[in-house]
């Protein structure tokens, strides 16, 4: 009993030791800023500095920013660039935390997320980075499909095992990956409107670094996918697309990956679905010009 109660009280203090840097790129939104920030307050574990990339043109976050101060580390950084990937990589220059992260300006924690992830990493050193799954505020998948076993992440299953608000990675898996590849990911100013974060966790594995990913860790965020545009579902495809080419992903994965909209076209059409057609024919589309792009090199 004695030395139960000796080993979980030196694991906490072992976990409270961990500093995670938050990354948070944001513009246009303020309300459900506040409610990151909420989610953020109400967390068990207190070891955190939040860096803020402000690609407002105002002021309309300086007075939420204010309120939270006094509460935990903000870092509010002004940058008027575009595009998410140049906002975090403004952000990986400021970063002083054992543990990097980067949640989207319309996600939430829920309170006791950053004490599990820092006990996993504690009990897990030879592990360099953590995913998990985003679900909606009804504990559904949103963003995405999401494998149901936990397991190790690899180039094939990376797909259906990370998005960036659910990546923890250790401060060295960033320094030796270096920058997001600003050509990819939303406001970039290029045709590929997606898979930046896909991306950095593919380069972090070619780099030898190990990423383990856990379904039972959850993050909050909306399932938009009936609200995006057909236009916006072509990007990400062809985002998606470009990264199986600048990865050299073999041909059969490449056609797994086309087939899959293709079978979304035909079902929909046979249902009568035909907003459903549109978006897995977009898919589809994006995904051939992004593999077929001209150009896009390495």
Not at 24 to 53: C, P
Not at 93 to 116: M, Q, T, W
Not at 170 to 183: I, L, P, W, Y
Not at 185 to 206: H, N
Request: charged share 25%; with cysteine; proline share 4%.
């Amino acid at each position: 009993m004695e030395t139960g109660t000796f080993f979980l009280a030196r694991g906490l203090r072992e976990d409270r030791r961990v500093k995670f840097s938050l990354i948070l790129a944001t513009v246009g939104r303020v309300q459900e800023v506040y409610r990151f920030l909420e989610s953020l307050d109400a967390q068990t574990y207190r070891s955190f500095e939040l860096i803020v990339v402000d690609q407002n043109e105002d002021d309309r976050l300086v007075p939420i920013l204010q309120r939270f101060q006094s509460h935990f580390p903000i870092c509010h950084l002004r940058y008027y660039g575009r595009g998410l990937s140049r906002a975090r990589n403004e952000g990986l220059k400021r970063i002083s935390g054992d543990i990097v992260a980067f949640p989207d300006d319309d996600c939430l924690y829920p309170p006791n997320l950053l004490e599990k992830v820092a006990r996993w990493f504690a009990e897990h050193p030879e592990r360099h980075g953590l995913t998990g799954r985003s679900v909606t505020d009804k504990a559904t998948p949103s963003s995405g499909r999401w494998d149901r076993a936990a397991g190790d992440v690899d180039r094939y299953n990376v797909w259906r095992r990370g998005i960036s608000i659910t990546i923890f990675l250790r401060k060295e898996v960033v320094e030796t990956v270096g920058s997001f590849d600003e050509k990819l990911g939303v406001g970039a100013g290029t045709p590929w409107g997606s898979a930046e974060e896909t991306d950095y966790l593919i380069r972090a594995l070619e780099a030898g670094f190990r990423i383990f990913y856990d379904p039972t860790l959850t993050i909050t965020h909306p399932d938009k996918t009936p609200e995006v545009s057909l236009e916006r579902v072509r990007s990400y495809g062809r985002g998606m697309a470009y990264v199986l080419r600048k990865h050299s992903y073999p041909m059969w994965y490449v056609l797994y990956y086309l087939m899959r909209p293709l079978g979304g076209v035909v079902l929909a059409a046979i249902t009568g679905r035909f907003r459903k057609m549109s978006y897995h024919w977009n898919t589809l589309l994006g995904r051939l010009e992004g593999y077929y792009a001209k150009g896009q090199g390495k």
